[in-house]
């Protein structure tokens, strides 16, 4: 599958580090989604783009932030994390006000 | 009351066999529905949606919508080994694309 990629697929990170992770659809889409999956919780939407714009930011600590510079990009910067924050993180991206959203592969992130 | 329920399972399925998966949800304003299929270790992927009271079907699967009783559930017929997953549902809070996900209830289809 190749409608949405995103890189790397595993990532352990210390608590101090500075990294990125990145999300490329080629679907043609317009909106973009960054999604958290934890262990036995539901999937939670974090950040919503419509257009590149930044459309819903869901109460998510400051520690991530989302970057949009074009309809076919979307980046999580992340620094600082806490070990709570190791989970699956999913990209997805949909038409505008579309709830059939396609996922990437996700990003295992572990914080050590 | 969670905005989706479902019951996480597992739901154990002989193969060949008609798996009935129920997700009821609080939003009396939801219009559109969606079923994701997720396997152990992958992301989801869109399996149904639903915009109108009553059945859809698509090849083994069918979508049933119950605005009235505020329920949507996912009938998947000849269940085969290669259905076991986890199944989530989800609806749009507020306009279109903003999903909110159950958490999903785990299928095990038996040989």
């Known amino acids: 599958e190749t409608g949405v990629t995103q890189t790397p697929r595993h990532l352990v990170m210390g608590m101090t580090n500075k990294k990125s992770l990145k999300c490329e659809q080629h679907?043609?889409?317009?909106?973009m989604y960054w999604y958290k999956q934890s262990a036995k919780k539901p999937l939670e939407l974090m950040f919503v783009y419509s257009l590149e714009e930044r459309v819903e930011n869901n109460s998510v600590p400051s520690r991530f932030s989302p970057e949009c510079p074009n309809s076919s990009h979307l980046f999580l910067h992340l620094h600082t994390l806490q070990p709570e924050d190791s989970a699956l993180y999913l990209c997805?991206?949909?038409?505008?006000?579309?709830?059939?959203?396609?996922f990437g592969p996700g990003t295992r992130l572990t914080v050590t | 009351q969670k905005e989706v329920e479902q019951n996480s399972g597992p739901l154990s399925v002989p193969e060949g066999a008609i798996a009935s998966l129920n997700c009821t949800y609080s939003d009396r304003g939801s219009q559109s529905f969606f079923w994701y299929r997720q396997y152990s270790g992958k992301s989801p992927e869109l399996i149904m949606s639903?915009?109108?009271?009553g059945d859809k079907e698509d090849g083994r699967f069918t979508a049933q919508l119950n605005k009235a009783s505020q329920y949507v559930s996912l009938l998947i017929r000849d269940s085969q080994p290669s259905d076991s997953a986890t199944y989530l549902c989800a609806y749009p809070k507020a306009a279109g694309n903003k999903l909110t996900f159950g958490g999903g209830t785990r299928v095990l289809v038996k040989p």
């Open positions: 997805a991206s949909s038409q505008i006000f579309s709830g059939e959203q396609y």
């Open positions: 639903i915009y109108s009271n």
């Open positions: 679907l043609g889409h317009n909106a």
